[in-house]
């Protein structure tokens, strides 16, 4: 019989179709995640699950589903899932790196060049009447020609970040990572460095690391305190990575010069937070991601993970590889 499935939200019809081609599917049609009660009652009895970052995978949903193979994340980043307790109980986890390299890195240099440049707060002072003249002294923001910029966590999103400001705009670029880089070295004449020399130097710090329990609060008071006065910050990594507490007071008080984010936490940031309120905060809606192709080609690659879980095949983008001589049969 055809393996079961459940898509916990609509996602682009390539990758629908190509797990509908082979599959019987059942998708989550509300704009809303399904809640985690909603979501087991639906996984209970399938082979396949496509999630996104927004649903939780934990022992508690693997626990009634006992058929499920693959968990099949529609996303780079896979903090939502608990991939040791899939690979304790056989079950393959798949993600879509790559597919969202260059959109993402797109969505930080423009948050780094809005923030700089004090583009949602100028443009909300139009709107809404405070632009009275063309002011000598107003909405004044930063260069980016020739400055330095830190790159916390070169994969490849930080990678094709730090290359379109090294190449465009000429920026030093300096970077952290677990190990050294010999692309980010050669082709962008980076160098690694300490987190806290990279804090102290850069004026643009752009965080591209994954979640995971040695990166949660990586960004806290003592961090914002390190970096310039005139920093930039932006995140599109995950909103845990930051402190917002710290990241606010280092707004409101000038520890910083201005934030981009993507992504925050919670998400959605409630309207009333106090980021929010701070204009030289600039907040997108976890966006990065968010082009036609990109999305397209997550849904391939989220497809092709599915199937290749459901048909007992090594995933193309496989995050726990070591499960494969104990997957579920
Ligand atoms: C988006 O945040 C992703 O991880 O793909
Ligand atoms: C990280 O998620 C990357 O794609 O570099």
Redesign the pocket.
Same mark, same amino acid.
Request: glycine residues 36%; hydrophobic residues 20%.
């Given at each position: 019989s055809r393996p079961k499935v459940f898509v916990a939200r609509r996602i682009p019809d390539e990758g629908l179709n190509a797990i509908r081609a082979v599959c019987d599917v059942d998708v989550w049609p509300e704009q809303l995640p399904p809640p985690p009660a909603v979501l087991r009652r639906h996984v209970a009895d399938c082979d396949g699950l496509v999630s996104l970052l927004t649903d939780r995978v934990d022992a508690e949903l693997l626990d009634a589903a006992p058929k499920l193979k693959v968990v099949s994340n529609f996303a780079? $980043?896979f903090n939502n899932v608990d991939v040791a307790a899939c690979t304790a109980r056989g079950v393959c986890v798949g993600n879509t790196? $790559?597919a969202l390299?260059d959109a993402t890195a797109d969505i930080a240099v423009t948050l780094l060049l809005a923030a700089a440049r004090r583009v949602g707060e100028s443009a909300t002072d139009a709107k809404e009447g405070r632009w009275l003249t063309w002011e000598p002294l107003g909405w004044l923001g930063s260069d980016l020609a020739g400055r330095t910029l830190g790159i916390v966590g070169m994969?490849?999103? $930080?990678f094709a970040a730090a290359k379109r400001l090294h190449g465009g705009w000429g920026m030093k670029v300096l970077y952290t990572a677990r190990g050294p880089k010999e692309d980010a070295d050669k082709e962008l004449g980076a160098t690694r460095v300490e987190l806290d020399e990279l804090l102290a130097r850069s004026d643009f710090v752009s965080v591209?690391a994954?979640l995971n329990p040695t990166t949660k609060g990586l960004f806290g008071a003592a961090q914002f305190a390190k970096m310039k006065r005139t920093a930039v910050f932006v995140n599109t990594s995950r909103g845990p990575l930051v402190d917002q507490a710290a990241l606010a007071a280092a707004l409101r008080d000038g520890t910083i010069f201005a934030a981009g984010l993507d992504v925050t936490d919670p998400e959605p940031l409630p309207t009333d937070h106090e980021l929010f309120r701070l204009p030289n905060c600039l907040i997108v809606p976890h966006i990065a991601s968010a082009t036609i192709d990109t999305r397209n080609a997550m849904a391939r690659l989220c497809a092709n993970n599915l199937l290749a879980g459901v048909g007992g095949a090594a995933l193309p983008n496989w995050v726990n590889p070591e499960v494969a001589d104990k997957r579920r049969a």
């Open positions: 780079v $980043g790196p $790559g390299t994969g490849r999103i $930080g591209h994954d």
